[in-house]
């Protein structure tokens, strides 16, 4: 283990992404990578398990995808960043997906946010 990340596990809410992570999680950070891509986001908005098919997730893994469990899919190694792009053909805000992750609505998440008052 590397050295830097000796207790991370004690710290809660701290989800490492590292080579091992990113090795266990590659055929989802693979699926969602290819949400940039037109046709292959149209195939998952059409038939997810066909899109599911296509990377071979497993069924661990499809569950984590049809069940859009956020939190599950960060801790089983996916990129945040490739995420973003699900989260998109999903019609689901940054926000709305933070607030999925703590298991709060999203305005429920959005009061223990510090707003501005506007002038």
């Known amino acids: 283990m590397n050295p830097q990340l000796q207790g991370i596990e004690d710290i809660e809410g701290t989800y490492v992404f590292d080579v091992r992570q990113s090795v266990k999680a590659l055929r989802l950070n693979r699926f969602f990578w290819r949400h940039r891509e037109p046709l292959f986001r149209e195939l998952v908005t059409r038939d997810l398990a066909a899109a599911c098919d296509e990377l071979q ?25 490739v995420l973003e792009k699900f989260a998109r053909v999903v019609k689901m805000s940054n926000l709305s997906v933070y607030a999925a992750m703590r298991g709060e609505t999203l305005e429920a998440f959005l009061k223990t946010r510090r707003v501005p008052a506007s002038a």
């Open 57 to 81: 997730l497993t069924p661990e893994e499809r569950a984590l995808v049809q069940n859009q469990d956020w939190l599950g899919l960060i801790r089983y190694g996916v990129s945040f960043f």
